[in-house]
């Protein structure tokens, strides 16, 4: 079984700015896969990044991206020239190869002021 | 391409009723789930399935029941309602990848909201 950690509830950052949003997971499994969801006010569930374990070269998507620590399981989401439209629910995800379980963190709100 | 549907999007529920969250998706999608969310936290997963005819359970089953009969279609059943089923339940679909590679998008409804009261 996996778990997923969040643990900055809440984060705020100004227009413009960057901000680092932490996720850590457990997994025994070699083989697993990792995904940042955004959630707007809407509740829709948006996918904004996928990094998949066995490669070691970060996923860039635009003005996001991962810094992922395999050896610390650690998987944090850099958001960069923070835009109005950044603010919603991140949740950090993970997908063992073997269970097909997809696992979700609690989540961090994410305030972008002007 | 109609993705994921679920109904209804709102429902009361008094305590101790019965009542099936339907979930449909046209994508030919081999894994289906099923979570809740309450207010200010995350997604917690109730069931799963990977394929028509398996289901096995997630963190939170409890109180809940699936079937999978077909690949578009998995229900999630509440057996007598208690208010801490209060929450908005999603529903989401992925394809298989291919061979091994699991990095697929999953595919989310809108959620529905139940109120047990």
């Known amino acids: 079984a996996q778990t997923v950690t969040q643990s900055q509830p809440e984060m705020s950052v100004q227009e413009a700015e960057t901000v680092t949003l932490s996720c850590t997971y457990d997994t025994s499994e070699s083989d697993y896969y990792l995904f940042w969801y955004k959630q707007p006010p809407s509740r829709q569930m948006i996918l904004v990044i996928r990094?998949?374990?066995?490669?070691?070269q970060n996923a860039t998507e635009n003005r996001f991206s991962v810094n992922f620590q395999k050896a610390a399981k650690s998987f944090s989401l850099k958001i960069s020239d923070s835009q109005l439209g950044d603010a919603a629910m991140y949740f950090c995800?993970?997908?063992?190869?073997?269970?097909?379980?997809?696992?979700f963190g609690t989540g961090t709100r994410l305030q972008v002021t002007l | 391409n109609a993705g994921v549907t679920q109904t209804p999007k709102f429902r009361i529920l008094k305590i101790g009723q019965s009542m099936t969250l339907q979930c449909t998706q046209d994508?030919?999608?081999?894994?289906m789930y099923w979570y809740r969310q309450d207010p200010g936290m995350g997604l917690k997963l109730i069931y799963y399935?990977?394929?028509?005819?398996?289901?096995d359970k997630g963190e939170v089953p409890n109180g809940y029941n699936v079937s999978r009969s077909t690949t578009e279609d998995f229900p999630l059943r509440l057996e007598l309602a208690a208010p801490s089923q209060t929450s908005v339940y999603f529903c989401?679909?992925?394809?298989?990848?291919?061979?091994?590679?699991?990095?697929?998008?999953?595919?989310f409804g809108q959620g529905t909201r139940l109120t047990v009261v």
């Open positions: 994508m030919n999608h081999n894994y």
């Open positions: 399935s990977v394929g028509a005819g398996i289901t």
């Open positions: 989401a679909s992925r394809p298989p990848g291919t061979g091994t590679n699991m990095n697929t998008e999953a595919f």
């Open positions: 990094q998949e374990a066995y490669k070691q």
């Open positions: 995800a993970c997908i063992t190869g073997t269970a097909s379980k997809l696992t």
